[in-house]
């Protein structure tokens, strides 16, 4: 079937007057097409009733429910990320705060079914392969959730086919790649983050194609719901994990698409007209999901008041506002000469000297100052003593011997007498840094050389110096560099200690340094009892955006520095092809195991349809080049528009991850899979079916009805599901002892379902090749 072929001219607005009813469906424009519905199979005719409909649906959330749930119980023991997530979900009964690269709202819900399978939060999910059976740890009613969301999903990816003007048989398909796959399955039963993830994104795809069908009712109580449905799911799906964060910048590629459409002088008779839709979307599609976003911070920050395992990551400021903080306890303020202990924020080193000098000659061949090594030791010890050393006159007594924000100061190292010092000197490790050294405190001929300035992290003018709480800088008064280490070790003439030098930056980051103990003030007398009786300190107030700011920059920070190797990792090129998955649990005794790893009937028809969809384009543009029209407008329109939203989903949640040098894993492609099951069922029917069902948006009351078709995708299209359900079964049957984990496998049951080598399976059989005699 071609297209008419006739050119479309442009018409000025005011030559229309009825302008807002009388449009044109530029999205989905029909050919004057002629169908005899009495020529459609009857299987097909049925397929496509409502009743139907309902039927196909019930049986794949059925099944859905029966393949999420089957051996939910099995393992009874702690399985993978368990140990986090079921850990946070116990920190939110208990109260205790924690910190998670990862926004709280899944963890919230985890917290919630814990609660309410009568989980106490006592139960720590220390270790993979602990015991919940032994512990009493209501763990399937927590696992029951991921397999809810799960388990919906696929009536979801359905729903969204359908809703996007795709066959029954053909959405049922989209839907069967996600119900019959392993990976999902696999994910989808246990205490993860991915499960709710993929939800809630599969319900933003479709609150936005409804709120996209009713693009000719715009501004309607019905259209205003969609949209903000669509901002709701998406705060979700941002909520549960931090990659949800590509699932809204899909939308926003959509809406920015879309805008630019309305802008079109056809579609827009005034710019006030364009400024409402832009303002609605902007209500809908940024302050409302933001202001939901923020909100599962507010009810974080509210379950957890007390001190817990996260204290560390968080500014003073922040810690002091947690009940039972070590901070808020145990601050003293600090006096000159007071005697204390020193510890990198980030590496938890203790700032340390001992009487070995650095060599002469380094490795490189760089000479050095032959002086004291100033050095960041990990355990406590004597040589971590330091005295803070006025450089100014004191009072006798009172509040002038307290250390304040920006004083001048001295480090004296007790156990040798001599000051700390920094130089232009290259330090051993980093020939751009600066070497730390010590001077005889008797010999002022270096004096300068020995004076740093305190530089307290967001402290005020004259702020007093605390222990616990008082982070700081320390930088050099004549340099400007600021004390620094790093994780790399000294050699073994430093005892394979952490260098310290100092950083040209007087205000890097990640140069900031804490007392740990005050060990004696100048009278020797204990410390503690300086301050008398004090009254139970109080946790101190801070306002929620300044505690979601911190906490939303060290979840960026956290999450970009995931950068050690795993030995299940792979790179973003090899999941589309399955070339690894990741190993779960394992079980030595009856040699159980579950490997992550999804269908490869589904995965791989998946990259075939994305190879086949952006062939169709290519061609499409090639053809138009050399006006050719081999593609129906309105079968070109669906392509584009509808598969091609389709297509944004999946790239955008895929191709950011080429981007990333953090630890990446398989499951991280779970999403843009999803979006590849939608691709696939538009490109089958392009396929079968040289029509479409049109229209499918929702008409304004005084518009120019169009002419209806279908798509005529006859009995094959049932046969070919029909196949490729029992290829998918087959294929999840077989994986099924990996995504389960029971039955146990003997070795060479092992090696068989070992589809690809680059799968690293445990208990596999050695292979033994037989001798000739």
Known sequence: MASTGKLRQRVPVSARPNFEYDRIQEEEHTDDVFQNPNKRHPIEKILETDNASVVVVAVLTALAFALRFYKINHPDQVVFDEVHFGKFASYYILGE????VHPPFAKLLFGLAGWFSGFDGHFQFENIGDSYTQNHVPYVGMRALPAILGSLTVPVVYAIMKQSGYSTVIAAFSAAIILFDNAHIAQSRLILLDATLIFFMSLTIYAYVRFQKL?????????????????FF??????????????????????????W????????????????????????????????????????????????????????????TLAGNEMLLSAQELRYYDTVTMRHKDSKVYLHSHVERYPLKYDDGRISSQGQQVTGYAHADENNNWQIIPTKALPETGRGRIVRHNDMIQLLHVNTNTVLLTHDVASPLMPTNQEFTTWPRDDTSRFNETLFQLSLIDAHDGEAWKSKSGYFRLVHGQTRVSMWTHSKQLPEWAFRQQEINGNKNPTEKTATWFVEDIIADETGEDPKERTGHQPPKVPKKMNFFRKFGELQLLMLQHNAGLTASHPYASGPLNWPFLIAGISFWTENDPQKQIYLIGNLVGWWTCVVALSIYVGILGADLLSRRRNSDPIPEPVRNRLWNSAGFFFVVWAVHYAPFFLMNRQLFIHHYLASHLASALIAGAVLQFILSETINHPISVEAPTMRRHKRQYADIGLKGPIIFVLFCIAMFSMFVFLAPLTYGTPGLTGDQVNSKRLLSSWTLHFAAKKTAEVVQ
């Not at 693009?215 to 901002?231: D, I, K, M, Q, V």
């Not at 941002?238 to 926003?252: E, I, R």
């Not at 976003?293 to 509210?302: G, M």
Request: proline share 4%.
């Open 97 to 100: 705060y924690y910190f998670d």
């Open 234 to 259: 998406m705060a979700c799906t941002w909520g549960s994990k931090v990659n949800g964060v590509l699932t809204v910048a899909t939308v926003g590629v959509a809406v920015l698409i879309d805008l």
């Open 215 to 231: 693009r000719y009712r715009e501004f309607t109580t019905e259209w205003f719901g969609w949209l903000f449905a669509t901002g």
């Open 261 to 320: 459409g309305i802008l079109d002088y056809k579609r827009s008779p005034s710019m006030d007209y364009f400024w409402k839709h832009f303002a609605a979307r902007a209500i809908g599609l940024i302050v409302i999901p933001f202001t939901i976003y923020l909100s599962f911070f507010w009810v974080h920050f509210a379950l957890l008041p007390t001190s817990g395992t996260g204290d560390s990551f968080m500014s003073p400021a922040f810690q002091e």
